[in-house]
């Protein structure tokens, strides 16, 4: 799907949507929006007094700013500029969609406080006090029925995952370009890349990863497609270094799994590094702090990690009391 076709279908989907919500009374409802672009008409919402809540999985305005303008220009520059009349649709739906949903929902819920704090130096004239961060994932539940074992996978293999969609902003290009610099002398490294293509530019993407992996003798690397369930928590499991080379992440989601899967994690700079910090767009950096955990052997797991972490039915208690009484949508 090009950027085009993608405009097109957010319209779409847009008009239907919002043509559903219009058949129900405002003062009886609550519009809980899980995206911006394909999401509602917000300020035909808002200005009928629809109380909504928008959950931001992602900043629309920065992530064009970094992508797309490889930010050279903030997005709280960029954001000032409001002449939404001479964009075309596919601009659009990234400034005017997004000043719409900020200025017409009632609360604003986002995965960290550093994306919250891109949208109030946006939108200075954004209530800070509508704006809710409450971190996604049920990372608490494990499968209990699930053991490594089922894995085909020796005991004296180091285990390399990484766990994102294959879309060119999670830059999983930089781990497979940096295995060809790892010392892995006398270890045995399996390296699986989890994730199924996205629906824009992710064959292409997929494809260019796949071509990559052609001279790599380091590692042995694998595709798994996407995984979920018993697979997903067998892989995070087994794994012993998880690797986020992405470059942006609103949250990390599938860091905090990893880390409640007791993995030792090497991430790139953005809003959800932990672990061994590194510069992902240097291979000999991000390299070296691979071999230093390789060289450490297996990863020692007791457990224990993850298991005071909030459950999602607690987290949609914290969500649900954010809704609970919105105040009045601004007109």
């Known amino acids: 799907m090009t950027e085009l076709e993608y405009a097109r279908f957010c319209r779409e989907f847009e008009r239907a949507a919002t043509s559903e919500i219009f058949k129900h009374d405002p003062k009886q409802s609550v519009v809980l929006c899980n995206d911006i672009s394909e999401g509602p008409d917000f300020a035909a919402l808002g200005k009928r007094g629809y109380h909504v809540a928008t959950i931001f999985h992602v900043d629309v305005v920065e992530y064009f700013t970094r992508f797309y303008l490889r930010g050279l220009i903030r997005p709280e520059t960029v954001a000032r500029f409001r002449c939404f009349g001479v964009m075309p649709d596919v601009l659009k739906l990234v400034f005017e969609k997004q000043y719409q949903c900020v200025r ?63 879309s060119p902003e999670k ?47 380091t590692a042995c690397v694998e595709f798994t497609g996407h995984v979920t369930g018993a697979q997903k928590a067998a892989l995070l499991q087994r794994a012993d270094i998880f690797v986020s080379p992405s470059m942006h992440e609103s949250y990390g989601l599938t860091i905090a799994e990893a880390l409640a899967a007791e993995c030792r994690v090497v991430s790139h700079h953005h809003y959800g590094a932990a672990g061994e910090v590194v510069d992902c767009a240097d291979p000999k950096a991000l390299a070296r702090a691979l071999g230093k955990m390789i060289a450490g052997g297996r990863t020692v797991k007791t457990g224990k990690a993850g298991r005071e972490s909030p ?19 601004q007109s």
């Open 171 to 217: 830059g999983i290009e930089r781990l497979l370009i940096a295995l060809p610099h790892l010392d892995v002398t006398n270890k045995k490294v399996r390296v699986f890349i989890c994730g199924g293509p996205a629906y824009m530019k992710g064959r292409a993407y997929e494809q260019k990863l796949r071509r990559l992996t052609a001279g790599i003798t």
């Open 104 to 166: 017409y929902s009632a609360r604003i819920v986002v995965p960290s406080a550093p994306m919250r704090d891109v949208i109030l130096r946006c939108y200075p004239w954004c209530v800070s006090e509508k704006i809710v961060v409450l971190p996604w994932g049920n990372i608490a539940t494990r499968d209990s029925a699930v053991v490594p074992s089922q894995l085909d996978i020796s005991e004296d293999e180091i285990v390399i995952i990484t766990l994102s969609r294959l």
């Open 311 to 329: 459950s999602a039915a607690e987290k949609m208690g914290t969500l649900l009391s954010a809704i609970a009484e919105l105040p009045v949508a």
